[in-house]
Nanobody
Framework: QVQLVESGGGLVQAGGSLRLSCAAS????????MGWFRQAPGKEREFVAA????????YYADSVKGRFTISRDNAKKTVYLEMNVLKPEDTAVFYCAADTNLQRWAWVSRPNEYDYWGQGTQVTVSS
């Protein structure tokens, strides 16, 4: 089992920044990749960014590329999502997820690849 706890969400004006954190505990040695997803009201959960747990490879959704940065601190077992130039359309509940058996890096954006999920943190961007 891997437990994930997100933090750092909040209310910010358009153009502002936030940094989300995801603290992992439990069988973290089994994690192969970590991802951030988001879900806005009435919409499906969508991929935001992912990072390889050991090699640090990163992958971003086109909608956030150049504005968001995913990083990890293996010693702290924490993954971060630095979000800059936030837009109202970024408003959503952001979820952290852990994949313990990633077969192909190309699948890292698929929600059903992930085995464990956090409870989510709300990000609201006002115009």
């Amino acid at each position: 089992q891997v437990q994930l706890v997100e933090s750092g969400g909040g209310l910010v004006q358009a153009g502002g920044s936030l940094r989300l954190s995801c603290a992992a505990s439990g069988r973290t040695f089994s994690v192969s990749a970590m991802g951030w997803f988001r879900q806005a009201p009435g919409k499906e959960r969508e991929f935001v960014a992912a990072i390889g747990w050991s090699d640090g490879n990163t992958y971003y959704a086109d909608s956030v590329k150049g504005r968001f940065t995913i990083s990890r601190d293996n010693a702290k077992k924490t993954v971060y999502l630095e979000m800059n130039v936030l837009k109202p359309e970024d408003t959503a509940v952001f979820y952290c997820a852990a994949d313990t058996n990633l077969q192909r890096w190309a699948w890292v954006s698929r929600p059903n690849e992930y085995d464990y999920w956090g409870q989510g943190t709300q990000v609201t961007v006002s115009s």
